[in-house]
């Protein structure tokens, strides 16, 4: 929720501006094909998608690879997102739920080390959004972090008012339902 009101927000900051905006929105049941070239030709597709004129070297490799039938690689889309992005005054890149893309196999360090090269060599701002993951927390160490959790009364809040989906079992006992608000807002843990 917090990356979504984030880009509906630098949309409407600069609407007219030549102001880039791309987002990612990382699921753990995609976890197999989120990979770092998926993500990144996204933002990619995204930042030529809101300027098509800055377009020109990603339909040349695209041509070139429809020809093949043959895909992007890594090292591509990396070259024409810095060319894109060099277009842009200014671009913002938004990574939400940034823990739930694998890093078993890499990806995530992958992405984050691209991000950031892009970062130094662009005037881009990266935000992600993220559990607390001792790998991801030391990726970000000496940038702004801002810790959001919900208080136990703001869960316990939330599930009295959805009592009424529980089953009528629960609904009709006030002493399970003291009960069930107070398990769930333990396993919710600021969730």
């Known amino acids: 929720m917090i990356a979504a009101i984030a880009v509906d927000h630098i949309w409407k900051a600069f609407p007219s501006d030549n102001v880039g905006v791309a987002y990612v929105y990382c699921n753990y049941k995609r ?43 890594l090292n591509e889309i990396c070259t024409a997102l810095n060319s894109v ?36 060599n662009t005037d881009t701002s990266l935000m992600a959004t993220s559990r607390f993951v001792t790998k991801i927390e030391q990726s970000f160490q000496g940038f702004p972090m801002l810790e959001i959790r919900a208080s136990d009364a703001d869960v316990r809040q939330f599930v009295a008012g959805q009592m009424h989906r529980l089953p009528k079992l629960i609904q009709c006992d006030p002493e399970l339902q003291i009960k069930t608000q107070d398990e769930i807002v333990l396993a919710v843990d600021g969730m």
């Open 85 to 120: 992005i060099s277009n842009y005054s200014k671009v913002y890149i938004i990574v939400d739920a940034l823990d739930e893309c694998t890093d078993n196999d890499g990806t995530r360090s992958e992405l984050l080390t691209i991000l950031r090269t892009l970062q130094t």
């Open 31 to 73: 976890r197999e094909t989120q990979t770092a070239t998926d993500l990144l030709a996204a933002i990619l597709k995204q930042l030529v998608q809101e300027r098509p004129l800055y377009g020109e070297p990603v339909e040349t490799l695209y041509k070139r690879h429809a020809e093949r039938r043959t895909r992007l690689s």
